[in-house]
């Protein structure tokens, strides 16, 4: 692999210690992960709530150990999960001012998640109410317009992601992301991929793998090549979702990924596209 491929790259889904399931790296150990491969940015995700604050004591602990001899930041978000209040403007606000990049819509608190699981549904976070969104995603919109920042699908149904996306780029939100869909949770058809990407120039998240219980992974690669392939690499962004325990550590799932990609002739320039470039403008980073 041109480990060339590797510099600069930007990862906006990995998910670190703490955490209330064990992952593969603290916050820190990611952070250093990324300085020895030379990335340019990494997102760290929690499904308990915010990271915007241990993104912040990243840059700091990396300004002062390394002296500003890198150009790697760190990043982070909020997740809409009951912990959080669920779809709550307040909570939004207060991370995007903090320097939040992404809102994930609920995930282990969204109803298609709770379903899928066979969990109960008492302690759900309905995006949609009669078929429409409800009233405090509509804040969160204007705030996420506002603040050009992203918006991302997390786990609610692919049903559900239409209409809010639909939604959402009515009240001007410009950065949208499809998280994981091929994760079995999810579930999005390639056709409906497809249809998001040409009717809402969505930007699909493709992940290294999705879990399956039992400590057991499956790969993702085959149905993401299927996914560039059927939409177009303009609108599929290479992350990992890393940090399980299981998984291989971050950077060997990135490279692991990237060189899938090249041995099935994606062409190099494209792979960057897919690795940096789409990330980059999300986050309005310069590359």
């Known amino acids: 692999m041109n480990k060339k491929l590797l510099e600069g790259i930007i990862d906006m889904h990995v998910h670190t210690n703490p955490d209330i399931r064990h992952r593969r790296y603290d916050d820190f150990e990611l952070m250093e992960a990324g300085i020895r491969i030379g990335a340019r940015a990494i997102v760290i995700k929690t499904h308990q709530g915010t990271t915007v604050d241990r993104a912040y004591l990243c840059n700091k602990h990396n300004e002062l150990t390394h002296h500003s001899d890198n150009n790697f930041t760190m990043f982070g978000g909020i997740t809409l999960n009951r912990q959080m209040g669920g779809?709550?403007?307040?909570?939004?606000?207060?991370?995007?001012?903090?320097?939040?990049?992404?809102?994930?819509?609920?995930?282990?608190?969204?109803?298609?998640?709770?379903?899928?699981?066979?969990q109960p549904l008492d302690r759900c976070v309905d995006v949609l109410k009669d078929g429409k969104p409800v009233p405090e995603l509509y804040d969160i919109f204007r705030l996420v317009k506002d603040f050009n920042i992203v918006l991302a699908t997390s786990h609610i149904s692919p049903e559900e992601s239409y209409r809010v996306i639909e939604a959402a780029r009515d009240a001007g939100v410009k950065k949208i992301v499809v998280t994981h869909p091929e994760?079995?949770?999810?579930?999005?058809?390639?056709?409906?991929?497809?249809?998001?990407?040409?009717?809402?120039?969505?930007?699909?998240?493709?992940?290294?793998?999705?879990?399956?219980?039992g400590g057991k992974y499956k790969s993702n690669l085959p149905m993401n090549l299927e996914a560039i392939e059927a939409c177009g690499y303009k609108n599929v962004m290479v992350c990992t979702d890393g940090g399980q325990v299981e998984n291989p550590c971050w950077e060997d799932a990135l490279a692991q990924y990237i060189q899938y990609l090249i041995d099935h002739n994606i062409p190099e320039n494209q792979i960057y596209h897919m690795t940096h470039t789409i990330q980059a403008n999300l986050l309005d980073l310069s590359i």
């Open 87 to 118: 779809i709550n403007p307040y909570a939004v606000e207060s991370a995007l001012k903090l320097g939040g990049k992404v809102v994930w819509l609920p995930t282990q608190s969204a109803r298609n998640h709770l379903v899928k699981m066979k």
């Open 183 to 213: 994760w079995w949770l999810v579930d999005m058809s390639l056709d409906d991929q497809v249809r998001l990407a040409r009717d809402y120039d969505v930007i699909h998240e493709h992940c290294f793998a999705q879990p399956l219980g």
